[in-house]
């Protein structure tokens, strides 16, 4: 199996955009690939078991740039084959991103990941080295923040504040094409991930609030996260079910479940077939 075409699965989101979904241990994990004309911009990264940046060129001739939500392990993967990243400042340092920016809590995820995709039956591409595979520093970190707008040949992507999941979370919005690029904000299967050291509930709430106030307003009408298939049209309503459920976890209108997990101790509340994790405290 090679690192591009065989490794990626790919898909149209709409006119010259298209999702490369690589799956590792059971988890997809998307970046898009926004084109118009000569000019290229890459959202999120993924895991970094692929060549994105090779897979990107195939597709549309070569990336050199790239935008990141926010900076979990899952979505700067391979961030370092790119010359330029646009990220908020809270999520760097010293003018690089590393798996450890935001916290220590996700060193030795990648190497859990691939072992765990191994004993489960999955296979690498043949150049990867699964005793090896880590993610390295993306450099070129050029820092941009909510409500700065990205200018991609005749395309104006506006950046919106998603902080909660993460502190410096943004979204990328593609008003021409009704689309709204959410990083984490709804997690795999709309469940909410509010319980690594750096979420924030109550602004996890805030950001909810912004993006169904866009939603109202006509500004997008299909959300492309992370680790879901696209959700559109009446299926965006689930952004108010899940901004009502975490306003009831804040109001103390829930009882959690206590569990122990790869990060330690945290609450899980299960809420009408959606998951939520948080800190104990909250
Ligand atoms: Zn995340």
Not at 62 to 83: E, K, N, P, V, Y
Not at 86 to 104: C, K, N, Q, W, Y
Not at 219 to 224: E, G, I, K, P, V
Not at 258 to 263: D, F, G, L, R
């Amino acid at each position: 199996m090679n690192r591009t075409t065989d490794w990626y699965e790919t898909a149209s989101t709409t006119a010259d955009d298209y999702r490369l979904t690589e799956t590792l241990n059971g988890v997809p994990s998307n970046a898009y690939l926004l084109t118009d004309g000569e000019a290229r911009l890459v959202v999120d990264s993924a895991f970094g078991v692929g060549d994105l940046r090779e897979t990107c060129g195939e597709l549309a001739g070569d990336s050199a740039r790239l935008l990141l939500t926010h900076t979990h392990w899952d979505h700067i993967g391979a961030g370092h084959q790119f010359d330029r990243a646009h990220v908020h400042p809270t999520e760097s340092a010293a003018g690089e991103v590393r798996i450890d920016s935001l916290s220590e809590e996700f060193v030795g995820r990648p190497k859990r990941f691939v072992e765990e995709h191994l004993a489960a039956g999955g296979s690498l591409p043949d150049e990867v080295d699964s005793e090896t595979f880590d993610v390295p520093p993306v450099t070129g970190v050029e820092p941009v923040e909510a409500g700065d707008v990205i200018e991609l040949g005749d395309r104006r992507l506006e950046l919106v504040d998603l902080a909660g999941h993460s502190p410096g979370q943004l979204g990328v919005l593609d008003r021409d094409r009704d689309r709204l690029y959410g990083g984490d904000l709804v997690h795999g299967d709309r469940n909410l991930y509010v319980h690594f050291r750096d979420c924030d509930i109550r602004r996890y709430i805030e950001s909810f609030e912004r993006v169904i106030e866009l939603r109202e307003a006509n500004a997008f009408s299909t959300l492309l996260t992370g680790h879901n298939p696209p959700i559109a049209d009446e299926d965006l309503s689930v952004l108010d079910t899940l901004r009502d459920h975490l306003e009831s976890i804040v109001d103390g209108d829930r009882t959690p479940e206590t569990i122990e997990t790869a990060w330690g101790e945290k609450h899980r509340y299960r809420i009408g077939g959606t998951e939520i994790l948080t800190k104990p405290s909250v």
